[in-house]
């Protein structure tokens, strides 16, 4: 078993999970407190994902992203990127892909917090900026795990948009799920079963530990 | 700053569980003045708190203090909550769960503030021993001290308080009473608080507003609202809780809580059928004889 | 009550579900779907069967046929797999090859008229696809090529791999490669015809992609049998040859 598809998964979902964090957070934010009438529809647009089959999305991702169309070529002209068939493009579309895995999670635990925890700290003098990050995050800490589990875990098993756009390049876009698919492909049921045991015992691992923070946190939140 | 007067006047909508009614309401606080909103729930006692603070814009209207306009809607005034001096104990108390009672006073130091008035605070509020705790570890009374300390690291000249004491026992409550008085005393803010507790506003208030379906019904001392009686007689008044009553010679026994302390009162057993544990009375002093008034 | 209802109505319509097909079942390999349905039509013009088509790639198809897929025909783009289910015990008669496929270069820009597997090493072509070469015999056939002509390792870093040729053809007609190796039967299919540029290439720089079918043992015992072996039997006729020889194979 070659060990390289499972680095470029792991590779593909750490990225995909920070750089997804990052964006997401002022759009939870958004979301969360916005009046904007428009917001459900912003909502539902990022839902998306969730109800188009992967491979559907791969493929309008693909006609995006190919360099003989006008987005693609605008990418290549002006910044000199070709996400067809490169790691970044796999990036990319993962973060497209796990959007909502990010976004409604994060959007949920600020809800969830009172109001009053905002209202505080305005009338304590602080801005919308630090009680976002001094007060809102620091108590989201299980929502904001959850969002990265899920989106970590997501991009792990995320197999038909990379084989769509991906191109299959061992060692760029060959990734775990997509290196199973081959040998079950070439009738090789022993690699594909190492593959498939290895991922599972690995976000398995991943999973359970995180989850084991997570209840220390909240058995921290509320003793008994 | 404690000669400068709060003029609210605004007009809202309000959305409650009887409907969405129409507040309307126009009050002057005085300076320094202590002042005691009531009402039933509804009525919009929070609302006009929070508009105080700026947490909301009414939808039409001005809120004046001194001569610094807060809101003004003609003028397109709304001046954020960071930027008034007013303190805001919520009815949750809202503390910072991930802090330390220590912390949750700290964040609210303005830049370069002396932090010399955590200690201050902490020390005037009782609780430099629990500084190092969390909220969640804290009693509900230790709970609403650090939310009363934490509301005043600002020095606000405005204190608003939401129901502070609505979680507490009795005997806390006094306590909080107390300490309220004391750091009104030190430091002379003005304050509006809403409350349902009788003896909250007569210990505390020095005028009290009743709200009802968002206009205001009466204004008034204390005595001059629940004392049907409204000539401004010159005897003085106590407030009394009824704690047990008994039958012995042909008398009503009543052990009855008065200025913090219990006391046995000995009344004609007419007012047996009133006069039942937990109700509250005003005890009125004359030359002639005693009055006992009954309160709602 | 509801529920109950509701169970009854589930599986009522699942009962449907097993009731046997009367018609031929026939799994096709993707990149056969093309010629494979003007096959049908004529097969179901001149006897009275009915013939209805699973289209995947063939693996899966020969992964479904192991454990036991209904099907009664085997159309594969290849001789590897039928012979999988040959060994497996799947058939009980040998595969046989119904035609050869016809590799072609295919580009989406029509300016290249001197499009040719050398160029393939220029610069201002940054992407070649081609099938999976582990898996898809075009794929395979594709490597073989390059190397023959020498530029293999020049273009090794350009490549990347369609899961099937359906994908593969995808990646060229979409513009997303700038080249492509892909099966002369696509290119003149109806959906692709007249896209962009191809030209064969040259037959004797790859081993003969060979395509065989093979009758599975799941026809035999049903009163499918005849029909099925009919159908079988089609795919090597004179008229299916002709059709066969309009979509790019070579039949002999």
Redesign the interface.
């Given at each position: 078993m070659d060990p390289e598809p499972l680095w470029l998964t792991l590779r593909l979902a750490t990225l995909t999970t920070l750089i997804l964090f990052v964006i997401a957070l002022p759009m939870a934010y958004w979301l969360a407190y916005s009046r904007f009438k428009g917001r459900s529809v912003v909502e539902a647009i990022i839902g998306m994902p969730l109800v188009l089959p992967p491979s559907v999305l791969g493929f309008y991702l693909l006609l995006a992203f190919s360099p003989s169309r006008a987005f693609g070529q605008w990418l290549e002209s002006t910044l000199g990127l070709r996400l067809v068939f490169s790691f970044p493009g796999l990036v990319v579309a993962s973060i497209i892909y796990s959007l909502p895995f990010m976004i409604y999670p994060l959007q949920a635990g600020l809800q969830s917090l009172p109001a009053s925890l905002r209202e505080a700290s305005y009338t304590l003098g602080k801005s919308a900026w630090t009680t976002f990050f001094k007060v809102l995050l620091p108590n989201s800490k299980s929502a904001i795990l959850t969002a990265l589990v899920l989106t970590f875990a997501h991009t792990v098993g995320e197999f038909g948009v990379v084989l769509m756009i991906g191109g299959n390049i061992p060692g760029v876009t060959k990734v775990a799920s997509v290196a199973i698919y081959n040998e079950v492909e070439a009738l090789n049921y022993d690699a594909a079963n190492q593959y498939a045991l290895v991922l599972f015992v690995v976000t398995f691992l991943i999973l359970s530990i995180i989850y084991t923070i997570n209840n220390r946190l909240l058995r921290v939140r509320h003793p008994a | 700053m404690s000669d400068t007067p709060l003029d609210i006047s605004i007009r809202h909508s309000l959305s409650t569980a009887q409907g969405v009614i129409s507040m309307e309401v126009a009050l002057a606080v005085k300076p320094g003045e202590i002042l005691a909103l009531t009402g039933p729930s509804g009525a919009g006692k929070t609302t006009l708190l929070r508009i105080v603070a700026g947490l909301i814009q009414p939808q039409s209207g001005l809120v004046r203090y001194g001569s610094e306009v807060w809101t003004d809607t003609t003028g397109q005034v709304l001046r954020a909550p960071q930027r008034r001096p007013v303190g805001f104990v919520f009815q949750d108390y809202a503390l910072f769960p991930h802090l330390t009672v220590r912390q949750n006073l700290a964040f609210a130091l303005d830049r370069g503030q002396d932090e010399g008035i955590v200690d201050e605070l902490l020390r005037a509020v009782e609780l430099t021993e629990l500084a190092g705790q969390k909220p969640a570890q804290l009693s509900g009374g230790q709970q609403q001290r650090v939310a009363l300390a934490r509301a005043l690291v600002r020095k606000p000249q405005v204190l608003l308080l939401d129901e502070p004491m609505a979680a507490l026992d009795r005997s806390m409550r006094y306590r909080m009473q107390d300490l309220l008085l004391d750091l009104h005393w030190q430091y002379r803010f003005m304050m509006i608080l809403v409350t349902h507790d009788l003896a909250e506003i007569f210990r505390l208030a020095d005028r009290v507003a009743r709200l009802e379906d968002g206009r205001i019904a009466q204004v008034g001392s204390p005595g001059e609202i629940y004392t049907h009686n409204q000539d401004l007689s010159e005897e003085p008044l106590l407030y009394g809780e009824v704690l047990s009553v008994e039958v012995a010679d042909d008398q009503l026994v009543v052990l009855a809580l008065i200025q913090q302390q219990v006391r046995r009162l000995r009344l004609p057993q007419a007012l047996a059928p009133q006069l039942t544990p937990g109700r509250s009375f005003l005890l009125r002093y004359s030359l002639e004889t005693p009055m006992i008034e009954l309160i709602d | 009550m509801k529920y109950i209802a509701l169970l009854v109505i589930v599986l009522t319509g699942l009962g449907g579900c097993t009731e046997p097909n009367k018609k031929v079942v026939v799994a096709t390999a993707a990149n056969v779907q093309y010629v494979m349905q003007e096959l049908k039509e004529e097969f179901e013009k001149e006897s009275d069967t009915e013939v209805e088509m699973v289209v995947s790639?063939s693996?899966?198809l020969?992964?479904q046929i192991r454990e036991g897929a209904p099907f009664d025909v085997f159309v594969s783009a290849d001789t590897q797999?039928p012979n999988?289910i040959h060994k497996n015990g799947g058939s009980d008669v040998a595969p046989r090859v119904y035609a050869r496929g016809t590799l072609v270069l295919w580009t989406?820009d029509s300016t290249a008229i001197d499009l040719s597997i050398n160029r393939l090493a220029d610069k201002s072509i940054?992407?070649v696809?081609l099938a999976?070469p582990?898996?898809a015999p075009y794929g395979e056939a594709a490597v073989q090529a390059m190397e023959k002509a020498g530029i293999y390792e020049q273009v090794k870093d350009k490549?990347?791999?369609?899961?099937s040729i359906a994908?593969t053809s995808?990646?060229i007609a979409?513009?997303?490669?700038d080249a492509g190796f892909t099966a002369m039967s696509v290119v003149l299919s109806p959906e692709m015809k007249g896209k962009g540029h191809w030209v064969k290439v040259d037959s004797s720089a790859y081993q003969p992609i060979e395509q065989a079918a093979v009758l599975l043992r799941h026809s035999e015992d049903s009163f499918k049998a005849q029909p099925s072996r009919d159908f079988f039997e089609f795919l090597f006729s004179g008229k299916a040859k002709a059709i066969f020889r309009k979509y790019g194979y070579s039949v002999e």
């Open positions: - | - | 790639s693996g899966k020969t992964a797999y999988e989406l940054r992407k696809a999976n582990r898996t490549l990347v791999y369609g899961e994908q995808q990646y979409s513009g997303a490669a």
